[in-house]
């Protein structure tokens, strides 16, 4: 009799938490120089468990910066379809170390929960895929996945994955897949199963504004030159229109619209606007564009966001001046049909033909911004990844996305293929802050998903 | 045979650039407590000096900080008309002293000038109405001035005239007076003499919002949640309206327009605006309220000045936020009958009523601020000293005001009588800043202005 995949997971939980709470010890910090070694230590312990594991091919891929670990698990039909899996190794800094109950490479288990740096995001959520692989094999007899698994597990992620374009165009070869499964979100609870969708990208500006060539008087000069602060309220204030739009022409061209199936599933999502108010620094009110839920503008919205401002006297006490300069950043959040570049283009136009008479503008933007991600809920991927989800939570799996993103689009970009999000963290987890955690149960029922995804993405990708 | 006025002055003239360099070797700076003792050796040094001039009261005024110097000499006539002299005897810091082609405080004469802090600001002003009244009593064969002369001379201008209006207080009875003669401006230029008619007033204040308790990340929270940025660049654009006008409901009620005789006299000042913009930091473009000119912008209209803007991130680099406050820093200069409590609640009132929801906002203003003066042409004092240094100059006197003010509406109006400025500092007296020079030939017209003066008061005022 075969073995029942629940029960295989349940079996290797005890070995499963104590191999991932080894991996969790190394202190694979990728965004601070001197932890550098670690995070290579990571990448060779990933890649020896891997081999044991049973993956055919391992290999640690070089950067100019720190390596990946890739695995390669080939379908026994070479004509199946296959499937890229990414993931990170590399973890957050840990400071400042005073508020961590325990320290965050010992790893401690707690009332269900697994504490450790990266224990959600995302080792934990790379691992779980090893044991749903392994009970798939097991509950089915197979000797190889229906699909190919491509496991890509990057060492770069929470240090900009800077070199990690690089390496996908290296081996876009290797990588050729017909989907993309990323585990490194979350759900939008512990009892309301929920897949991602897609993912806000971002452009940034810094906006400079020059009057005279130095501070004047205010009582000599006041009133009769432009004034470089007045130009820069003038301007930003009228980068949004009175419902709450960005006004930079052609902005919202080409800008996936929401349709009217992923609006009711998100209304669907248990939300609480007071709570999360609450956790948006008691902010005293949602607030953005008009006709959008407070769900809508976060995910699936663009936004333009004044994040620094400054010009002239700032220090205590009064200095009656008209100021030289001011200065401004700004950064855009951007949805599927946005390109960072174009929207670059639209705001130097826009301020060349903003800026008032008498004012100078200069725009600088640092680098080329991150492109969104989308990935539609009607897609055969997604579909099939929902099922797997399904099949393990017992329940029905609603869609969400993220306000922000890492390297997402330049893995669907570069590799030409879809992506299906397929994750277990919960927003809860304190990823990136202290006392990191990651909820036991969640993460079997993730090897649970994993288990039954090879399958149902080798039905729907075929 | 009676002596000519010019004959008399020239005739001293020697003796009184003599004294003035005496007197301009103390280095009464009264911003740096540092020289306190030299602020006061200036006032007994001229104390010493107007008795011996004649003066038969002559008195130094103790305040909480600095000592002024009060001198009276009465008309013969009991009824005639009294007139108050004001001046002040400290002087600026001399720092950076580097910049100094020879020391503040060893006065050099060179090429018609005398070089020395405080040689134009103000001790040379003030000290060209001894000679002036001497030459007046000597040309008349009078024994006494025609009107009582009250000369006060203060200690404290330079560092904010802080126990002034209650100096003023104190000895109200003793400065009762039909006017008060400022000395201590400008002139338009050498050879276009003219008088001041009005100097702006000055309120300020700082607005703070606040959104969110800490700055959050606008991946997960921004387009959806108040940026107090945001907000601040929206109102503070609307501070204006497309005119160039302060949008603040009541802000121009009371204010005295322009007389067309004003402006027509304003208009026959040789105003170059390309070479004044160069004075103002090389501005690209003259810019203010529209239907006036730049002189009129700065001498005889009220503005809202951003002096200071600030909020989010500042520093090198991106940070992708929403962020908690924003500041900023706005003063209003101010034209007569305007009151700077009553724009400081209207302020306070505008903001209130145009806060954005979610957003928070707190006013706070420093002090009550420093109320307009104005001094119309056409009033008897004003036609009386036009016509003195009309006499000096041999040519027609032209009008003024001055964008910034001192403690000149405090003399208005604790002392209850009009201005009337008497000056011949020039723009280019580099007063404040190194080598500060007074032209010779100028404070000897002064004195010639002044020798004549008093007996068109005495007419005018009677």
Same mark, same amino acid.
């Given at each position: ?21 080894e ?8 965004g ?8 290579r230590?990571?990448?060779e ?15 640690v891929?070089e ?8 695995a ?14 990414y ?15 325990t320290?965050?490479?010992t ?17 934990g ?24 698994i491509?496991?890509l ?11 990690f ?11 050729a ?8 979100t979350?759900m ?20 400079t ?12 000069? @006041? =009133?009769?030159? $432009? ?9 930003l204030? #009228?980068?949004?229109? %009175?419902?709450g *739009?960005?006004?930079?022409p ?20 248990p939300?609480?606007?007071?709570a ?7 902010s005293?009110?949602?607030y ?8 809508e503008r ?9 994040n620094g401002?400054?010009g ?12 030289r ?6 950064s ?13 283009d ?12 008498g004012v ?7 680098? @080329? =911004?991150v492109r $969104? ?9 997604v579909? #099939?990844?929902?099922? %797997?989800?399904? *099949? ?7 869609f969400?996305r993220?306000g922000?993103?890492?390297p997402?689009a ?6 030409g293929?879809?992506?299906v999000f ?8 304190r990823?990136?802050?202290a ?6 149960a ?9 288990a ?5 993405l ?5």
């Amino acid at each position: 009799m075969q073995v029942d995949v629940l029960d295989y997971i349940n079996a290797g939980r005890d070995r499963f938490i104590a191999d991932l709470r080894e991996w969790l010890a190394i202190p694979s910090i990728s965004g601070d120089p001197r932890y550098a070694g670690d995070v290579r230590r990571s990448a060779e312990w990933l890649a020896a468990h891997l081999k044991a594991q049973g993956f055919p091919t391992v290999e640690v891929w070089e950067t100019p910066g720190l390596p990946a670990v890739f695995a390669e698990w080939p379908a026994e039909d070479p004509g199946a379809p296959a499937v890229v899996v990414y993931g990170h190794h590399d973890v957050q800094p840990v400071e400042p170390l005073s508020e961590w109950d325990t320290d965050p490479f010992t790893p401690v288990e707690k009332d269900g929960r697994l504490i450790a740096r990266g224990a959600s995001d995302d080792k934990g959520q790379v691992f779980f895929h090893t044991l749903g692989i392994r009970a798939g094999l097991a509950t089915s007899g197979r000797q190889a996945p229906p699909v190919t698994i491509k496991l890509l597990v990057e060492g770069e992620e929470e240090s900009g994955s800077v070199h990690f374009p690089d390496l996908l165009r290296t081996h876009r070869d290797r990588l050729a897949c017909d989907a993309i499964v990323i585990s490194d979100t979350t759900m939008w609870a512990a009892d309301v199963p929920s897949m991602c969708t897609g993912m806000r990208g971002l452009t940034e500006a810094e906006l400079t504004l020059r009057g005279p060539s130095s501070d004047l008087h205010s009582g000599s000069f @006041g =009133g009769a030159v $432009p004034n470089p602060l007045h130009a820069m309220a003038a301007m930003l204030a #009228a980068l949004h229109d %009175a419902d709450g *739009r960005v006004t930079l022409p052609g902005f919202y061209d080409g800008v996936v619209p929401l349709t009217a199936e992923e609006r009711e599933l998100f209304a669907r999502l248990p939300f609480d606007e007071a709570a999360w108010l609450r956790t948006a620094g008691d902010s005293r009110a949602a607030y953005g564009e008009k006709g959008y839920t407070t769900l809508e503008r976060v995910w699936a919205r663009p936004t333009a966001e004044i994040n620094g401002m400054w010009g002239g006297h700032t220090g205590p006490g009064g200095k009656t001046i008209v100021p030289r300069e001011a200065h401004a950043k700004i950064s855009f959040r951007l949805v599927a049909g946005q390109d960072p570049i174009k929207v670059q283009d639209a705001f130097k136009e826009w301020v060349a033909a903003n800026t008032p008479v008498g004012v100078e503008a200069e725009v600088s933007v640092p680098g @080329g =911004g991150v492109r $969104p991600c989308f990935s539609p809920i009607g897609s055969p991927g997604v579909q #099939a990844a929902r099922r %797997a989800m399904g *099949r393990a939570f017992g329940t029905e799996v609603l869609f969400t996305r993220e306000g922000g993103s890492g390297p997402e689009a330049d893995l669907a970009d570069i590799l030409g293929a879809p992506l299906v999000f397929v994750a277990v963290g919960l927003d809860d987890d304190r990823i990136h802050a202290a006392n990191e955690k990651v909820e036991i149960a969640l993460l079997l029922k993730g090897a649970e998903t994993s288990a039954y995804l090879w399958e149902e993405l080798a039905d729907a990708l075929r």
